[in-house]
């Protein structure tokens, strides 16, 4: 089985950062796209980042330029680096990776979700 498992959430003041991990174990070959989500209080879950295999990213337009996705394949992890925090980036983050298994059907794994409070 594959587990998921985050850290790095936290309460900071407005225009703080935050670096939020979340490491892949189990059973894994390879991983394909991981990615953040975060959902906020009586609100969607909204993708916040993405990255592929090959390192290219994408963002929703409320955090560019303000949040960093990266991925440590070695380590089978992925990070969030979150610059200039806002109040209204407050909710729980989800991390998440899509991995084969050993007959290549792939599945989304979530991660548990760490909450990030920006509040002064």
């Known amino acids: 089985q594959v587990q998921l498992v985050e850290s790095g959430g936290g309460l900071v003041q407005p225009g703080g950062s935050l670096r939020l991990s979340c490491a892949a174990s189990?059973?894994?070959?390879?991983?394909?796209?991981m990615g953040w989500y975060r959902q906020a209080p009586g609100k969607q879950r909204e993708l916040v980042a993405t990255?592929?295999?090959?390192?290219?990213?994408n963002y929703a337009d409320s955090v560019k330029g303000r949040f960093t996705i990266s991925r440590d394949n070695a380590k089978n992890t992925v990070y969030l680096q979150m610059n200039s925090l806002k109040p209204e980036d407050t909710a729980v983050y989800y991390c998440?990776?899509?991995?084969?298994?050993?007959?290549?059907?792939?599945?989304?794994?979530w991660g548990q979700g760490t909450q990030v409070t920006v509040s002064s």
């Open positions: 189990g059973s894994i070959f390879s991983i394909n796209a």
């Open positions: 998440y990776a899509i991995i084969p298994s050993a007959v290549g059907a792939t599945r989304r794994y």
């Open positions: 990255i592929t295999s090959g390192g290219s990213t």
